[in-house]
């Protein structure tokens, strides 16, 4: 079973910085995709910044993203981050990590997503 492990959310005022990370839990053969995305309630969870492996891991940002907010990825730790700096009050949301990788070299890949982490900017 694949876990992702988050942390790194909080309350911080407009204006500062959090670094939310995500690992994967278990040994695994290849990641293909790790990302981050954001929910408010009642609405539908958005991407906010991604790696793709195929990409020449090369990130891909929201636009209001852009800028402010970098991802990253430790390929030994298998985990991402997500640094995010000028934090705005529309910033504020749950955050998922979201990964599709290949357990084995010859499974098909699987998306997998964590539990989410709260972040809250306040004014």
């Known amino acids: 079973q694949v876990q992702l492990v988050e942390s790194g959310g909080g309350l911080v005022q407009a204006g500062g910085s959090l670094t939310l990370s995500c690992t994967v839990s278990?040994?695994?053969?290849?990641?293909?995709?790790m990302g981050w995305y954001r929910q408010v309630p009642g609405q539908r969870r958005e991407l906010v910044a991604q790696?793709?492996?195929?990409?020449?891991?090369?990130?891909d940002y929201a636009d209001s993203a852009k800028g402010r907010f970098t991802i990253s990825r430790d390929n030994t730790k298998n985990t991402v981050y997500l640094r995010m700096d000028s934090l705005k009050p529309e910033d504020t949301g749950v955050y998922y990590c979201?990964?599709?990788?290949?357990?084995?070299?010859?499974?098909?890949?699987?998306?997998?997503w964590g539990q989410g982490t709260q972040v809250t900017v306040s004014l």
């Open positions: 979201k990964t599709v990788l290949r357990l084995r070299y010859d499974d098909p890949p699987g998306m997998y």
């Open positions: 790696i793709i492996s195929r990409q020449s891991n090369s990130p």
């Open positions: 278990r040994g695994i053969f290849a990641i293909d995709l």
